[in-house]
């Protein structure tokens, strides 16, 4: 398997700008989760989705974020409008099963630079 | 609630040396207990995981960790450090019955090896 699949590698964009992100999870997979990665918060989890339902967004910052899982294979992330201290890594990350001892599959992740 | 104290943001050693990464746990339910590490430009990656089968356990790469209950704590050791353990460790805490998937993951410890 290629693993967690996440696009674009690096985004740059201006504040104001729409930015989305976006991931393959691993096939199989019936939990995916985003991340947010930042030198002062370290690594937060914004939301999860079980069999492509959203479960748990209370990570999600603000109205400006949202987050659809359309099917097993794909899930977006989107920030609109961006800010600047919305600059970070995004990661992805995919696990199997019912047990929350399973280990998590992460992705590559997104750096996110808003100008 | 649960979360994650991980003592020292930065640890050095040279190579040969023992590499020890502190972590401290607090948790209401039995907890699961995780090591990931990341290397640069990477997403986390599982280096082993407690389950309540054995405190002892190990990872890869040679890594292993202790469960003591006592002192809430899971330190991560390796007997000899290799240049190839320059990376970022995380440790993290999720549980039983917590009404969901939520992985809480610790501020991360940047392990340097000095030749």
């Known amino acids: 398997d290629a693993g967690v699949i996440q696009s674009p590698r690096h985004e740059v964009t201006e504040m104001g700008q729409e930015v989305t992100l976006r991931c393959k999870p691993i096939?199989?997979?019936?939990?995916l989760f985003w991340y947010r990665q930042t030198m002062m918060r370290g690594l937060e989890l914004l939301i999860y989705?079980?069999?492509?339902?959203?479960?748990?967004d209370s990570g999600m910052p603000e109205d400006r974020f949202s987050a659809k899982m359309p099917n097993a294979s794909f899930s977006t992330l989107k920030i609109q409008p961006s800010e600047p201290r919305d600059s970070a890594v995004y990661f992805c990350?995919?696990?199997?099963?019912?047990?929350?001892?399973?280990?998590?599959?992460f992705g590559p992740g997104t750096r996110l630079t808003v100008l | 609630a649960q979360s994650v104290t991980q003592l020292g943001s930065h640890v050095s050693v040279s190579e040969g040396a023992l590499v020890l990464l502190r972590c401290n746990y607090s948790?209401?339910?039995?907890?699961?207990l995780f090591w990931y590490v990341q290397y640069p430009n990477q997403g986390l990656q599982l280096l082993l995981k407690?389950?309540?089968?054995?405190?002892l356990v190990k990872g890869i790469n040679g890594f292993e960790a202790e469960f003591k209950k006592s002192e809430t704590s899971f330190h991560l050791t390796k007997p000899s450090a290799h240049m190839s353990d320059a990376a970022e460790y995380f440790c993290?805490?999720?549980?039983?019955?917590?009404?969901?998937?939520?992985?809480?993951f610790g501020a991360g410890t940047r392990l340097f090896v000095k030749a």
């Open positions: 407690y389950t309540s089968a054995a405190t």
């Open positions: 096939s199989g997979h019936d939990y």
């Open positions: 948790s209401s339910v039995p907890p699961y």
């Open positions: 993290a805490v999720s549980g039983r019955n917590t009404g969901g998937f939520k992985t809480i």
């Open positions: 989705f079980n069999n492509n339902v959203p479960i748990d």
């Open positions: 990350a995919s696990s199997f099963g019912q047990a929350s001892y399973n280990e998590q599959f």
